[in-house]
């Protein structure tokens, strides 16, 4: 295997993390870190341009939009000791039994993002399947019910054509977003856990694009599912 000139590790000073923790990469989503650090006592850390709060078993960090920003925030976080990473994030709906309010929790995904292809493929990676249906079970413990299924993942938001969603849809692919075939390549790579929580935010089989990510209700919705899964992962529930 070639030798990287820059390798993510953990620097004098910088905490040594939880192995359980949330990866939020929408910014709207950052704005509630601060009274659940309060709510769980989770400490302020640095993150460059992102947010990192931690405690003895838990760490919360992002926000994180897009695949190569939120591929810098995973590899820090994996050198700082994260094991089980918890994604929780927004995606689009290419199908109509998914729509706007509802979760997802992704179980492959087709790449159109240009990280993970650096990534090189490794044989026995971890098993996410475990913790992804473990946490389905502890949603729905919450209230909460979650589909499943592939995704897409893409850079380039305006270049979502009306052909690529209904062809993506007709193959079976549920929904889109900026960044899981990413991370799950970092995940696989470096052999951690990995698996994402996802609000639908905006419905894409329309024949006019029907976002909803802009209105209170939402966004409140989004917040709250970020609190619940900083409970869920306190407690012990996926364990």
């Excluded at 062809?167 to 079976?172: K, N, P, T, V």
Aim: aromatic fraction near 8%; include cysteine.
């Amino acid at each position: 295997m070639s030798t990287c000139l820059i390798n993510p590790q953990r620097g004098k000073g910088e905490p040594q993390l939880p192995p359980t923790g949330v990866l939020a990469v929408n910014p709207s989503d950052a704005s509630s870190f601060a009274a659940l650090a309060k709510e769980r006592l989770l400490k302020k850390f640095f993150l460059f341009n992102a947010q990192l709060y931690s405690n003895q078993n838990l760490f919360l960090a992002g926000p994180a939009v897009g695949a190569p920003m939120a591929v810098l925030c995973l590899e820090k976080l994996i050198a700082l000791g994260a094991r089980r990473i918890v994604v929780c994030g927004w995606c689009g709906s290419l199908s109509v039994d998914l729509r706007v309010g509802d979760l997802f929790l992704p179980t492959a995904g087709l790449s159109e993002e240009g990280v993970s292809r650096h990534y090189p493929a490794v044989d026995g990676c971890p098993d996410d399947a475990t913790l992804r249906l473990s946490l389905g079970e502890a949603l729905k413990r919450h209230d909460y019910r979650a589909q499943s299924g592939p995704i897409w993942t893409t850079d380039a938001v305006y270049r979502e054509t009306r052909e690529k969603v209904a062809w993506y849809g007709g193959q079976g692919i549920m929904a889109v977003d900026m960044e899981y075939t990413a991370l799950r390549a970092v995940a696989a790579f470096r052999q951690v856990n990995l698996v994402a929580v996802m609000m639908v935010s905006d419905e894409l089989f329309h024949p006019e694009w029907a976002p909803q990510f802009q209105h209170k209700k939402f966004r409140a919705d989004s917040q709250r599912l970020l609190a619940t899964l900083c409970a869920i992962l306190s407690t012990g529930e996926t364990s």
